[in-house]
């Protein structure tokens, strides 16, 4: 089945741990996008990336890192920089040419303890 | 600033009607999305709006207004699987997604 696999669901990581989620797809779609979900807030982009080998800065990239190194990967690296990072973590995809609508993956879920 | 406005939570009677609005003021317009997001998963896909006016999809219509920088997301004859969060997003000028908060909507029986 065609569709975006994000891992772990669920993962706990202690204050000073840099952790990675892991994304992958397979609908072939050229741009991937990772969001922070908190409470009571709108989705937050952290980092997106139009083209393997070529990634931006979202609104909120301090403390995260990512790469793209192939088509169907957008790893992020939340590292100990990031003063909390206890969040719903949503990477999503979207078709070049099209509404703009995004494919989202189910979500990791960071808890810093 | 952008901003867009959703109320934070709404209640509704199973089998009822329900109403989300959605207000905006963004720099540029270039359409509206709502998605449905149940709690702990992933936002699905509802509607997408470019022009004016209501798009009908089954139980769901998404309207827009883009001089009052307005829409809604209407949801007829409820059921409980509907309660959810329902999210607005606005594509601005730089093609960029600007979310709103989401609205929490609780169905009763």
């Known amino acids: 089945d065609g569709g975006i696999t994000q891992s772990p669901k669920y993962l706990f990581r202690k204050e000073g741990q840099n952790v990675t989620l892991s994304c992958e797809q397979n609908l072939n779609h050229d741009a991937m996008y990772w969001y922070r979900q908190d409470p009571g807030q709108g989705l937050r982009l952290i980092y997106y990336?139009?083209?393997?080998?070529?990634?931006q800065k979202g609104d909120i990239a301090e403390g995260y890192s990512v790469s793209r190194e192939k088509k169907e990967s957008f790893p992020l690296t939340v590292t100990s920089a990031q003063k909390n990072p206890t969040a719903f973590y949503l990477c999503?995809?979207?078709?070049?040419?099209?509404?703009?609508?995004?494919?989202f993956g189910e979500g990791s879920r960071l808890t810093v303890l | 600033g952008q901003n867009i406005d959703q109320p934070t939570e709404m209640t509704a009677t199973e089998g009822a009607i329900v109403q989300i609005n959605c207000t905006y003021q963004?720099?540029?317009?270039?359409?509206l999305f709502w998605y449905q997001q149940h709690a702990g998963e992933a936002p699905t896909f509802l509607s997408y709006n470019v022009l004016d006016g209501l798009e009908e999809k089954g139980r769901f219509s998404s309207f827009l207004s883009r001089s009052k920088g307005y829409s809604y997301l209407l949801l007829k004859e409820l059921q409980m699987k509907d309660s959810a969060s329902y999210l607005c997003a606005v594509v601005d000028s730089n093609y960029q997604l600007i979310w709103g908060a989401g609205t929490k909507l609780i169905i009763k029986p």
């Open positions: 999503a995809t979207s078709a070049p040419a099209d509404t703009g609508e995004l494919f």
């Open positions: 990336s139009q083209i393997v080998n070529d990634f």
């Open positions: 963004t720099s540029g317009f270039n359409g």
